[in-house]
């Protein structure tokens, strides 16, 4: 018999990449074993590939060993009735880290391993029986071990151990994700480790794919001991993991915060953020103008693509992701990519230098994805180098990186002169230097601060921060010092807005500073349009305005149109204007339907506010500061549980009022709309200008 995983080991077991290879063995194999529930999102594609009825769900060849669990969390409502991710939706999926749900789990497999070959169902018993005895014995053993903490209150980083906590009597307080697979925001970390200090939380756990950086950062804000365990499903031979942790009492303090102390906490989780926003503000400002000036925007992508591959080829060859080893081999192939930028620009050429930075980026990607083929969680390490995480940098990452690019900002003051006529005036100026030695220069340069930023920030932040204050800028100056001193004030205002905003909305700190910028590009192209327009308004009059009245017609027009033939899409017009003018649906509906609604949306808000009050109550008997027994806490679960079903049950009644006037709507609404913005749009175009 041959056993494989299409998962392999220390892989990120929800986002598999299977190989051709397996999916022609899968063919031909008598079993599919699965963990089940919602634990392999991507199983289904493979099922449509190979399309073999032996391994639809509940199929000859489908085992699906979650089926003797007694599953927690199970209380997730079954009816999805909003929109979004559905996690855990049929229970936890990890009950394999209980050791003894090894006994429901190998007596499914052997059932299923009898099925195909029934002769052999003697050995097979066998072979359990053997498994099992040495499982006991080690349950045993850490049975033993983790007696002394019983009842001790941990905080985990993935919503990974409830049935490990539940077999050795630990006590899960919170998870540093607060929705699993969604990254923790400032206030929320903030909010976790104050509540872990007051509470006496001593143990973090973490998986070996969690963010070390967050973790870190977590543990030293609340003086936690970062403990990682090893999943059996990821465990290598002769791997173990031991945990040593304390009984922990809560005092009676209040974790209410006062202003000031909110103010201390931002200010002590944002400051250094703040910082290494103000240092990537200072040089990736600059370094934009002459990327926009020399119309290579996506430069920065590529190069920081290169440095990628680097740091994958590094971590195949055993470095750790941020260790120095890892940033010279991105370094070294940065400096590769720079010199071919070099090479590869002439004035004269069938292919632009563009589409050369382009081939470059996907051949590095694609590159990166060989390699990371072969490194266990190498997925998760380059997303993580590639989506970084400005919220963890400490003091001293970004006090190096002001060291760094402080010689590179004097090296660019001195050769300012020939790298300006090159980027701005290559035909003119430029045309006698010697444009591949400077250009050398610039992209070596550029390259190293790539290199360096994306290791804090990530690709995204740092590709936000070289061509959104620049391009800004370039619509209100023209001068590249005007421009660079424009930049330099949107890149920090921008940080100071988009950081306060990660705070104040509890939002992911580098999206949001990214989100910040595009907002910023809006604004000053909307204000340079107005500008303009009023500009034409002025010299033209009202004619000026035709295009855009041209326009906006052919939008309401559209948007009738939409509404006629496809009115279950989401139209997010129209529901913003049922959510500020309720009546714009309710005048579609019967009294009958009128009332329903009224009831429905009543009974929304009153479950909202109820299943609200009793998490609330749920959190304090976690965290120890409200005494609640445990058949108050079993109580308090199933209540939730029928409570949730209630508010889905009532969110359901009214998407389906919804459908409902959005029928009639189509009719009464969508065709004056279509015929009014359709007859405005044709009216414009055709009327003669004056």
């Not at 027994?629 to 209540?639: A, C, D, F, N």
């Not at 049950?649 to 913005?677: K, T, Y």
Request: proline share 6%.
């Amino acid at each position: 018999m041959t056993v494989e995983s299409l998962a392999p080991a220390l892989h990120e077991p929800h986002a598999v990449d299977v190989k051709p290879g397996q999916l022609a063995r899968l063919k031909s194999a008598a079993l599919l074993v699965r963990v089940g529930l919602d634990h392999e999102p991507w199983l289904a594609r493979v099922r449509a590939l190979v399309n073999d009825p032996r391994f639809a769900p509940g199929g000859a060849a489908d085992l699906d060993v979650s089926s003797g669990i007694d599953l927690l969390q199970a209380e997730t409502p079954r009816v999805k009735s909003g929109p979004g991710v559905h996690v855990h939706g049929f229970g936890n999926p990890h009950y394999w880290l209980d050791p003894m749900n090894a006994r429901p789990m190998t007596q499914t497999i052997l059932d299923g391993l009898s099925r195909p070959a029934p002769d052999a169902r003697e050995a097979f018993t066998q072979s359990r029986a053997l498994f099992l005895a040495r499982l006991d014995a080690g349950v045993a053993r850490w049975t033993g071990a983790l007696a002394p903490y019983r009842g001790a209150r941990v905080v985990v980083f993935h919503d990974s151990w409830p049935y490990f906590a539940r077999r050795f009597g630990l006590v899960i307080v919170a998870a540093v994700e607060p929705v699993p697979g969604v990254p923790p925001t400032p206030a929320f970390l903030a909010s976790l480790t104050t509540s872990m200090k007051d509470a006496g939380v001593r143990v973090l756990i973490v998986e070996p794919s969690a963010s070390r950086s967050i973790a870190d950062r977590v543990a030293a804000s609340s003086g936690a001991r970062v403990a990682t365990l090893i999943p059996p499903s990821a465990a290598t031979p002769r791997r173990a993991t031991t945990c040593s942790c304390s009984s922990s009492t809560c005092d009676d303090s209040s974790r209410h915060w006062a202003g000031r102390a909110e103010s201390r906490l931002m200010i002590e989780f944002l400051w250094a953020p703040f910082v290494a926003c103000l240092v990537l503000t200072a040089i990736h400002v600059y370094l934009g103008l002459h990327v926009l000036a020399r119309g290579v925007i996506f430069v920065d992508l590529a190069l920081a693509q290169i440095a990628a591959l680097g740091v994958t080829v590094a971590f195949l060859a055993g470095h750790e992701i941020q260790s120095e080893a890892s940033y010279w081999y991105a370094l070294v192939f940065t400096l590769g990519g720079a010199a071919l930028f070099a090479v590869s620009r002439t004035r004269r050429t069938p292919v632009p230098q563009e589409a050369i930075i382009g081939i470059v980026y996907v051949v590095s990607a694609a590159a990166a994805v060989l390699v990371i083929d072969r490194a266990p969680q190498g997925g998760e390490h380059i997303r993580q180098i590639l989506v970084g995480s400005i919220l963890t940098v400490t003091p001293v990452e970004v006090g190096t990186l002001a060291l760094l690019y402080a010689p590179i900002g004097v090296l660019h003051w001195l050769v300012r002169r020939p790298l300006l006529d090159i980027s701005f005036d290559p035909d003119g100026a430029g045309a006698g230097r010697a444009v591949r030695a400077w250009d050398f220069v610039f992209y070596a340069s550029f390259g190293v601060v790539v290199t360096s930023s994306v290791r804090l920030a990530g690709v995204l932040l740092v590709f936000a921060y070289l061509v959104v204050p620049a391009t800004a800028a370039a619509l209100l100056a023209r001068s590249a010092r005007g421009r660079l001193l424009a930049g330099w004030t949107f890149g920090v205002l921008v940080s100071l807005g988009g950081l306060a905003a990660s705070w104040t909305w509890d939002l992911p700190t580098g999206a949001t500073v990214v989100v910040a910028f595009g907002v910023l590009v809006a604004g000053v192209g909307i204000a340079h349009a107005a500008r303009a327009g009023a500009r034409a308004t002025r010299e033209r009059g009202i004619e000026a305005l035709r295009g855009a009245a041209i326009v906006v017609c052919a939008l309401v027009g559209l948007a009738g149109l939409l509404l006629v033939f496809v009115p279950r899409m989401d139209h997010w017009w129209l529901d913003w204007l049922e959510a500020s003018v309720p009546a714009a649906e309710t005048l579609f509906l019967s009294s009958d339907e009128r009332d329903t609604r009224r009831d429905a949306v009543e009974d929304v808000q009153r479950d909202v506010a109820e299943i609200e009050r009793v998490r609330a109550m749920q959190r304090e008997a976690q965290w120890g500061t409200r005494p609640v027994t445990e058949e108050m806490q079993e109580r308090m679960r199933q209540y939730l549980a029928g409570r949730a079903e209630i508010l889905a049950g009532d969110r359901l009644v009214l998407q389906a009022l919804r459908a409902r006037a959005r029928a009639r709507q189509r009719w009464w609404l969508g065709v004056p709309l279509m015929i009014l913005g359709a007859g405005g749009a044709l009216y414009l175009a055709r009327r003669p200008a004056t």
